[in-house]
Every structure is written in C-alpha cells, then in structure tokens.
C-alpha cells in the first residue's frame, strides 16, 4: 500500500518539531505512518509504536529537514538564486545562533518572505519525494 504524500509531508513536519523528541516511522509494507513523541511514553494508546518498529526491512525513521539538506544549505540556495546582492549577509548570519529568525527579519526587509515560503514549500516535497523513492516508499497524491 503506498502512503499519501501530504501526510509524509506532516510527518516530515512533526519531526521537524522538537529535534529528537519527535519520531515518526512509515511501514513500507502499508504506507501507515507511526507518530511518536517522546515525552508522552509508550503507555498512552495513541503514542504506541509497533513491537517490531526496528525492523529496517519493515520499516523507515521519517528524517528531519537537516538530514535532507532543508537546513541552512536551503536558505544559502534561496539567497543565492533570489538574493545574489544578499549572500554574503546571508552567509554570515548562519553561521551564528538564531540564524532562522534574522534571515526572515532580512527577507521582510527585502520583501522575499512570501517567496522564500515558496521555495521552501517547494524543496520540502521535492526532499521528501526524493528520499521516499530512494526507500522505496510509493506516494500517492
């Protein structure tokens, strides 16, 4: 059975959320996504992964957005395509802390904020499509 590419796109998201606290896995046999967050334990119905869940061959650990190269390497390929003028500000503020808020403050400046979201929508399914083909995870829309 293949899982539909808008919920491997939330699952992706769920991730993405609290780095390490949320897990989500899809069963390649089915295409059933199997969410998980840490902090809530295994004793609660709806937090319950299957007994089996190491199973590689069964199923996959949806990755986060650094694992596929949505992180700063994304927003380095948006300034240099859309912000040429930009890059090298771009550059420097991701090599500190709080990169992602001062990279948007700088796309509102520019007025690219709308834009960016695009672009990021747009690479994110691109990613996850990718990665789920690489898994051999079909997608249906």
Sequence with gaps: MPA?????????????????????????????????????????????????????????????KRTLGLGKSLALDFAREFLPIDFDQVEFIFSKRGAYQKFKDLLERRKALERWYDFEVKATEQAVRKWCEENLIELVE
């Design 4 to 64: 539909k590419i808008t919920e491997m796109l939330d699952a992706f998201e769920f991730v993405g959320v609290n780095s390490g606290e949320h897990e989500a896995y899809v069963c390649t046999q089915t295409g059933k996504i199997y969410w998980h967050v840490e902090s809530l334990g295994l004793d609660d119905p709806d937090n319950e992964l299957p007994d089996d869940i190491e199973d590689g061959t069964k199923y996959v650990a949806i990755p986060d």
